[in-house]
């Protein structure tokens, strides 16, 4: 397992993150928006779009439902709210593969988000 499905499951265990019907009322505290590479769900495309509405930065995992779902011990997992700043920003640098700070917070309710 890398570094960023470890990552997911230590936010997972402290309660940094959010899943499934969890995601709807939690969106406007989120941070980061993590999607699956292989989601394509009709409620998975209507919470994107709510996402976008609310200026939430979105992330495209490199792993399917499958292997993030059982980051966190879960079956599949196809959205993934990361309602921590500095956890976000450690995933995006990850993902991005960015050493500076990544694109996705630079503008954006996330740069601006909750600090938890």
Same mark, same amino acid.
């Given at each position: 397992?890398?570094?960023?499905? =470890?990552?997911?499951?230590?936010?997972? +265990?402290?309660? +940094?993150?959010?899943?499934?019907?969890?995601?709807?009322?939690?969106?406007?505290?989120?941070?980061?928006?993590?999607?699956? #590479?292989?989601?394509?769900?009709?409620?998975?495309?209507?919470?994107?779009?709510?996402?976008?509405?609310? #200026? $939430?930065?979105?992330?495209? $995992?490199?792993? /399917?439902?499958?292997?993030? /779902?059982?980051?966190? =011990?879960?079956?599949?997992?196809?959205?993934?709210?990361?309602?921590?700043?500095?956890?976000?920003? +450690?995933?995006?640098?990850?993902?991005? =593969?960015?050493?500076?700070?990544? #694109?996705?917070?630079?503008?954006?309710?996330?740069?601006? /988000?909750?600090?938890?």
């Amino acid at each position: 397992m890398d570094k960023v499905l =470890g990552f997911l499951g230590l936010l997972y +265990r402290g309660n +940094r993150l959010v899943v499934g019907s969890k995601i709807e009322p939690a969106i406007k505290r989120g941070c980061l928006l993590l999607k699956a #590479s292989d989601a394509e769900s009709g409620e998975t495309m209507r919470l994107l779009k709510k996402a976008k509405t609310q #200026s $939430l930065p979105v992330l495209e $995992l490199p792993y /399917g439902k499958e292997e993030a /779902g059982h980051a966190l =011990g879960l079956e599949a997992c196809s959205l993934i709210l990361i309602l921590d700043k500095k956890a976000a920003l +450690r995933l995006g640098k990850e993902i991005q =593969g960015e050493e500076k700070q990544p #694109s996705f917070l630079k503008e954006g309710r996330a740069a601006a /988000g909750p600090d938890q």
